[in-house]
Each structure stands twice: as structure tokens, then as C-alpha cells.
């Protein structure tokens, strides 16, 4: 990804920034180690941030909206790089909130103030302008261009690659939220000698959170909702795994390997098994060096390929499966029957999670207007179609269709009392709100 910034001068010509500059060497010195780009953090960088965040978003505990902090904003932003750079900038405490995820459990996100919203992206562009051109390919997640569908086609084409292997499933425990502090700035110093910057870095991530009342630095791990910790945490996993694995596989496994990673949901896939052991039994000891956990019982290591799906169909068994950004990952046969090969279809348990959410949200609605409840839950079908309508998976999308369309009826009779509504009628009010009935299904087939 290249971080373009340019900009038109008075006369109509395009001006380099700073910030195209920093992406620029970076893209062609590799090697390079950036000193100073501190300097890149000026008023122009500050405004872009602004202009780019969402005003709609959820506030922080001062209160301050963006149409607020708009009102007087040369100011502000002057203000705010005068403290940055006689280092009297300290972030505010973000709040703590509990977001429900589509397995039913919650997922804490820090929710910060406008102000501080903005020093967080101006940092995560620079760091993505510096670190963007080192990341390999396996890497998926909090990317341009790159999102979990290209992921999923990746672990397709190499799963079917490999005919007869191993797939390493991991999962770490709490990820974001054990990234120790010391070992995240000593992966940076590689890279950033700028001890300024660094400084900077610092004040973020051990920023207070607000959680019963109580504010409390956070000595511990990124805190997710926070702007700045996506691309911290691939700079993470990018030294302590990616390129680690890439550097074994040349140098001490025999076989072909591969790796698909989105943030720190990662597959391992190997043509021999043998290195596939060898590789679990390192792993482990590697992430307890930078602070990480592995979880045991949430990562296997299984047969995979198509020959192994073959022969395990001739012994009256399936390869076991494992589960990828929301799929279950298993081996099906073919359209025409003759081979083997990696399907998809969207986790039991988070489908059947997605739409008790949507019976409760519509339990919990009762006294709404129709139209806008109805409104309510079609941005959050429609959202869940698009990401899970995928090749292999349109019966279970259609399920899910037919679910919450079946709910909304209850409920809209539920509401009602003894006024009943027909299935003809309710039919003509999901055409006037244009409530999906049928969908597009992306194919995980195109080239990665």
C-alpha cells in the first residue's frame, strides 16, 4: 500500500508531503532507519486526521464532538502540536465499553476522546507508511486492498495446493490485550530511533481507561477500539511470527509451507507433516518470549489436502475441521464429484448467536415504529450477506434470510395483539423496505 499525500499548491501543481516522502523511502530503503519523523507530525498531518474521522462515532469521556472541536480547529490543532512537541501532550482516559460479538459474548473496546482520535491516526499513518512496504503477503488483516475474503481465497488455493498435508490452526489467548509495552518498543527501536516519536507511542498505549468508574494506566497489551492499536498489533506479529516463519521454512523446514493470518487469527499449512510437528512444537516457546500465549485447546494441527479427504472417504470418515474468521473451514467434494477440496460454510454457533441478537433486539422493540426497526435489522442482515455469501455457503445464507425474516413476522403479530398480520401483507411491507431476499455470492475462486 502506498500512502499518497499529495496536494495541490496555489498554481495548480502537486506538493510531496512529509508523509509521501517517509512512505517513499521507505518503499526503497528497506533497510532504512527513520531518525526523525517526528517533523512529519505537523498541522497539515493533524487537519487530514481530522477531516478523515467520523463525527458520528461514539464520544469520549470529555464530551467533545468533532462539530465541537471544528469550531475553532486551527487553533486547536496549533495548540495541540505545540504540546506534542514540548512534549506536554497527555492523552485523556477512554472509556470502556462492552460490544456484544456474534458468539454472544462481549469484546471490551476503549473508547477515546476527539483529540486524542486524532494524535492516534496521525501516528498509525506514519507508522503504516514505514512499516506498510515490510509486511509479506500472509498478512490480511487492518490492510489496504486486503480484507478476510482474500484471506479466505489464500487459504483455499494453498489448502488445495498441498494434496496430502498439515494445517496448523492457532489461536492466542487475548491477544490485543497481553502485547507487552517493553517488547512492542523494542520490536519499534529496529526500525524508529526517533526517541521522541517513540515517547509518543509510549503516552498511547499506556493511556488510562475508565472501567467501573475507576481509571487506571494501562500497563498491558493495546487496548482494541483504539486507533492506533490495528497497526500495532501487525508490527507485533509481523516480527514475532510472519517473519520468523518465513525465515524457518527456508532454513529449517524440507517441505513447501504456507501462512494466512488476519490480525491474530493465523493458519499454518505445510506439504509434509513432519515439519508441521516440528513447527508446533517450537511455536509455543516463541510466543512466550514476547509475552503471548498459545491457546492449547483452541489450536490443533490436522490432516489436510485432497488426497487425505480422499482416502479418509474410503475409510467411511471426514478430515476433522477448524474454524477461520467466522467459517468452518472442511473438505467437500466438487461440483462434479471427482475431487476434493476446502469448503466453507459460517459457524453453528455464531450464526445461531447472530440471530438470538436480532429476536432480542426485536423483543426489546416493541413499542418502535415497524418501518424503522425493520430499517434497524436490515443494515445488520444485510451486512452479515455480505461478508458470508461466499462460494459453498449460500444454503446457509439463505437459512439466515429466512430466520430473520421469520422473526420480524413474529414479531410484528407479537406487536400487534389480536390484529394479525398475513404472511402476503408482511411480504409486501419487506418489498417496501427492500429487505434482502436474495443476495450475491462472492467467489472464493478469483485470484488472491
Not at 175 to 201: A, C, S, W
Not at 244 to 269: N, P, Q, Y
Amino acid at each position: 500500500m502506498e500512502t499518497e499525500m499529495t496536494v495541490p499548491t496555489a498554481d495548480g501543481q502537486q506538493k510531496t508531503t512529509k508523509l509521501e516522502c517517509i512512505s517513499k523511502r521507505a518503499r526503497l530503503q528497506k533497510d532504512t532507519v527513520f531518525n526523525n519523523i517526528g517533523h512529519a507530525l505537523d498541522t497539515e498531518l493533524l487537519r487530514e486526521c481530522y477531516q478523515e474521522l467520523d463525527g458520528s462515532k461514539a464520544i469520549g469521556i470529555d464530551g467533545v464532538t468533532k462539530e465541537v472541536y471544528g469550531k475553532k480547529l486551527e487553533d486547536n490543532l496549533q495548540d495541540l502540536l505545540a504540546r506534542i512537541r514540548r512534549h506536554a501532550y497527555t492523552p485523556q482516559a477512554s472509556r470502556l465499553v462492552e460490544i456484544p460479538k456474534e458468539d454472544g459474548s462481549t469484546r471490551p473496546l476503549a473508547i477515546s476522546c476527539f483529540e486524542d482520535k486524532i494524535v492516534q491516526m496521525a501516528v498509525t499513518k506514519l507508522l503504516t507508511a514505514i512499516y506498510e512496504p515490510l509486511f509479506l503477503p500472509c498478512s490480511y488483516g487492518y490492510r489496504e486492498g486486503k480484507n478476510g475474503h482474500e484471506a479466505l481465497r489464500a487459504l483455499m488455493k494453498y489448502s488445495n495446493e498441498f494434496r496430502k498435508g498439515a494445517t496448523l490452526e492457532i489461536d492466542l489467548r487475548k491477544y490485543f490485550n497481553t502485547i507487552p509495552h517493553g517488547k512492542l518498543l523494542e520490536i519499534l527501536e529496529k526500525k524508529i530511533t526517533d526517541r521522541r516519536f517513540l515517547k509518543l507511542i509510549r503516552k498511547l498505549i499506556r493511556s488510562p481507561v475508565v472501567a467501573n468508574g475507576k481509571a487506571e494506566l494501562n500497563e498491558l497489551g493495546c487496548p482494541q477500539g483504539s486507533i492506533i492499536s490495528p497497526i500495532l498489533s501487525n508490527i507485533y506479529l509481523h516480527s514475532v511470527v510472519d517473519s520468523w516463519f518465513d525465515e524457518i521454512s527456508k532454513s529449517h523446514l524440507i517441505g513447501k509451507t504456507a501462512m494466512v493470518r488476519f490480525a491474530d487469527d493465523m493458519v499454518f499449512l505445510f506439504q509434509r507433516s513432519e515439519d508441521a510437528e516440528k513447527f508446533y512444537k517450537v511455536l509455543p516457546k516463541r510466543l512466550e518470549k514476547y509475552g503471548l500465549q498459545l491457546h492449547v485447546d483452541k489450536s490443533s494441527l490436522l490432516k489436510s489436502g485432497s488426497k487425505e479427504a480422499e482416502e479418509a472417504d474410503t475409510r467411511g470418515e471426514r478430515l476433522q475441521t477448524y474454524k477461520f474468521l467466522g467459517f468452518t473451514c472442511y473438505w467437500g467434494k466438487s461440483l462434479d464429484g471427482k475431487s476434493w477440496r476446502l469448503k466453507f460454510k459460517s459457524r453453528s454457533d455464531r450464526f445461531t448467536a447472530k440471530l438470538r441478537g436480532l429476536r432480542e433486539y426485536l423483543k426489546k422493540s416493541l413499542n418502535q415504529d415497524t418501518k424503522t426497526t425493520i430499517l434497524s435489522v436490515k443494515r445488520v442482515v444485510v451486512g452479515w450477506i455480505n461478508y458470508h455469501a461466499i462460494s459453498d455457503n449460500q444454503r446457509r445464507v439463505n437459512s439466515f434470510i429466512y430466520e430473520s425474516r421469520r422473526a420480524i413476522f413474529k414479531w410484528i403479530n407479537r406487536k400487534g395483539g389480536k390484529r394479525k398480520t398475513n404472511w402476503a401483507t408482511f411480504s409486501k411491507l419487506l418489498e417496501e423496505t427492500k429487505y434482502p431476499q436474495s443476495f450475491k455470492t462472492t467467489s472464493m475462486f478469483t485470484a488472491c
